[in-house]
C-alpha cells in the first residue's frame, strides 16, 4: 500500500508503454490470484464487445484510491483520507471504479496489490463520477501514467 505522508512528492512515468505493461502485470495477478485460491487453472479476465479502438476486460479487482495534486511529472498526495473500491473494467487506456469515498480531486492515484508482487500504482484523471449512495460512487478515468516514488 501506498505509505506515504501527504507531504511526500511521487514522481510519474507518463509513458504509454510503461502503462500497458503495468496493465497487463495487473491482468496476469489477478487471474494468478484467482487460480491460487480456487485451485482451478483460470481464464483471463472477461474481454468486452467494444465500441472503443481499445478492449476493456470486465473485472472485480479491489483497489485503494488516493486524492492527489498534480505538479507535472510528480504528484503530492493531498490528504491521508483513502477510498477502497472495486475496478470494475480495465484497459490500456483506463478503468471504470466503484468506491467508497468522494475524491477531493480530478486526479487519482489508483492503487493495485499483486499477487505476491507488492502494489503497482496508476495516476488517473477522473473524466467522470456518479454519486449513487452514501458509500457508494461509480467513476471512470483515464490513465496518464506509473507511479513510483520520487528519490
Known sequence: ??????????????NARAISRTVSE??????????????????SPFRRRERRSVHRWS??????????MSLGRRVKQLDEVIAVGLARDISPRGIGLSYDQPMRSQ????????FGQGTR???TELRWVKHCDEYEFH?????L????EAH
Open 59 to 68: 473485472v472485480k479487482i479491489p483497489v485503494t484510491i488516493f486524492s492527489v
Open 26 to 43: 495487473i491482468l496476469r495477478s489477478e487471474t494468478a490470484a484467482m487460480a491460487e485460491f480456487s485451485g482451478t487453472k483460470q481464464r
Open 121 to 123: 500504482q496508476l495516476l
Open 145 to 148: 501514467g506509473v507511479v513510483k
Open 107 to 114: 486526479f487519482v492515484i489508483v492503487e493495485f496489490d499483486l
Open 139 to 143: 467513476g471512470g478515468g483515464k490513465f
Open 1 to 14: 500500500m501506498l505509505t506515504t505522508s501527504p507531504d511526500t512528492v511521487l514522481e510519474v512515468v507518463k
